[in-house]
């Protein structure tokens, strides 16, 4: 079993609608995070998240220790946040356990 | 800042060649990462660095990959002879401190045949 389980694998979704990709993790962690390739394969560091929520514009984060669970909504999804959107519980040192990745396609 | 850099950004070569990687983390940044980034196994950590000083290597895959940090702006990662299934994107990160938000370079794209 993965450290790091992402759902769904690959998501689409028109326009306009409100997408949610979900995270379970099985480690202990000191935070995590959630990173956005885009598919010319640069990687964007979003959100680092070790309690409760985080927004920023139309994405929000938020992790329920407890649970181990952590999701990423979109809000008013648009073509450009197309993407791979990648799921990475980090230790005390720093190091990044990844998912998967969740692979994101908002058709117009 | 220009952020991560790193070099070359695509390298062809041929089986038992040696590569050499190289990033500029950001400057100011006291924690550096390679990672690698294959179809079949997605990111995964190969070693990382504090303060120039690795720290955990448990992730590169065998003796043929060695990475250095001789100062606080430039880091190598090499292969040693390279084989086809090193083939994958390589990507150097850096962070202000340990468990800090961690900052991506381009990623240098390999392709072993």
């Known amino acids: 079993k993965n450290e790091v389980e992402q759902s769904p694998q690959n998501l689409t979704a028109q326009e306009g609608e409100f997408i949610t990709i979900n995270c379970s993790y099985s480690?202990?962690?000191?935070?995590l995070h959630w990173l956005q390739q885009h598919p010319g394969g640069g990687i964007v560091s979003l959100f680092m998240?070790?309690?409760g929520k985080k927004k920023h514009g139309r994405l929000i984060a938020t992790i329920n220790i407890q649970e181990k669970h952590s999701s990423l909504h979109i809000t008013a999804s648009h073509p450009r946040d197309s993407a791979v959107y990648i799921c990475?519980?980090?230790?005390?040192?720093?190091?990044?356990?990844f998912g998967k990745g969740t692979k994101l396609s908002v058709k117009p | 800042d220009a952020g991560v850099i790193q070099s070359p950004r695509h390298e062809v070569t041929e089986m038992g060649q040696e590569v050499t990687l190289r990033c500029k983390p950001i400057?100011?940044?006291?924690?550096l990462f390679w990672y690698r980034q294959t179809m079949m196994r997605g990111l995964e950590l190969l070693i990382y660095?504090?303060?120039?000083?690795?720290?955990?290597d448990s992730g590169m895959p065998e003796d043929r990959f060695s990475a250095k940090m001789p100062n606080a702006s430039f880091s190598t990662l090499k292969i040693q002879p390279s084989e086809p299934r090193d083939s994958a994107v390589y990507f150097c990160?850096?962070?202000?401190?340990?468990?800090?938000?961690?900052?991506f370079g381009p990623g240098t794209r390999l392709l072993v045949l």
């Open positions: 990160a850096s962070s202000m401190g340990q468990g800090q938000t961690q900052y």
């Open positions: 400057s100011g940044h006291n924690s």
């Open positions: 660095f504090n303060n120039n000083v690795p720290i955990d």
């Open positions: 998240l070790s309690s």
């Open positions: 480690v202990g962690i000191s935070a």
């Open positions: 990475a519980v980090g230790g005390s040192q720093g190091n990044l356990i």
